[in-house]
């Protein structure tokens, strides 16, 4: 009977194990889960703002651009042709017809 007895035991021991076991399995695959969808977010974010930082970098590129060019002859030229009208001598300005009428 004795022998019963320990047998029983060792037999309920090897069960409590086993579901300790599995139940800890279950814990690790539900929080892998939970990790990886969390970092496919995370990858999704990082790509996000990597894209934000390159257009950054070239609207910097531009203005950088932009202010070299503002500092050249050509630029002052453009800017007293687009603002007084002025020309250079060899340069031709055709004025559009007004329609008549009225």
């Known amino acids: 009977m004795a022998k019963r007895q320990v047998k029983t035991k060792s037999r309920l021991g090897l069960i409590c194990v086993m579901f300790v ?8 695959y ?3 889960m939970e990790l990886k969808n969390e970092l496919m977010v995370l990858n999704s974010t990082l790509d996000s703002i990597q894209e934000d930082i390159s257009l950054a970098r070239k609207k910097q590129e531009d203005l950088k651009n932009e202010e070299k060019y503002r500092q050249t002859d ?3 030229k453009d800017e007293a042709k687009d603002i ?4 250079d001598p ?6 559009p017809n ?3 009428g009225n």
């Open 21 to 28: 076991v599995l139940l800890i399995c279950g814990f690790i």
């Open 30 to 32: 539900f929080k892998t």
């Open 74 to 76: 050509d630029y002052k």
């Open 84 to 87: 007084y009208g002025l020309r």
């Open 90 to 95: 060899d340069e031709t300005i055709f004025l």
């Open 98 to 100: 007004e329609p008549e």
